[in-house]
């Protein structure tokens, strides 16, 4: 059986991409969400996996739920956050968190290195 597991944009474009390629074409569905994450992802699915491991470092600090600890990293590669009002969106779920000024500024960093 296959491991759940959150993936990124970029990796779903990937995946969606090597389909398309052995296929030779997908239902309409799938390629529209090809195309959505096409238009959307600048990155690389191997460069969406770094971001998400060191956003997934800088956080592990924070005491999160089992849910944000998986699905934050992800969010942040997705979204792309390049201020704090962004960084801080993607922890509103996540009750009595409070981001370090330091911890976001880190993400931002982070983010900016792959622009």
């Known amino acids: 059986m296959a491991e759940d597991r959150y993936v990124t944009v970029a990796e779903v474009k990937e995946m969606l991409g090597e389909k398309k390629e052995e296929r030779g074409e997908l239902i309409p569905s799938l390629n529209a969400a090809l195309t959505a994450a096409t238009e959307t992802c600048p990155l690389t699915g191997e460069q969406a996996k770094e971001l998400a491991a060191k956003c997934a470092e800088i956080i592990e600090p924070l005491v999160l739920t089992d849910y944000g600890r998986a699905s934050i990293p992800v969010k942040?590669?997705?979204?792309?956050?390049?201020?704090?009002?962004e960084v801080r969106a993607l922890f509103s779920k996540e009750r009595g968190v409070v981001l370090p000024p330091e911890m976001m500024q880190q993400i931002i960093d982070a983010v900016n290195a792959y622009f």
């Not at 942040?76 to 009002?85: E, Q, S, V, W």
Request: aromatic share 10%; net charge neutral; glycine share 0%.
């Open 76 to 85: 942040i590669a997705d979204t792309l956050p390049r201020y704090p009002a």
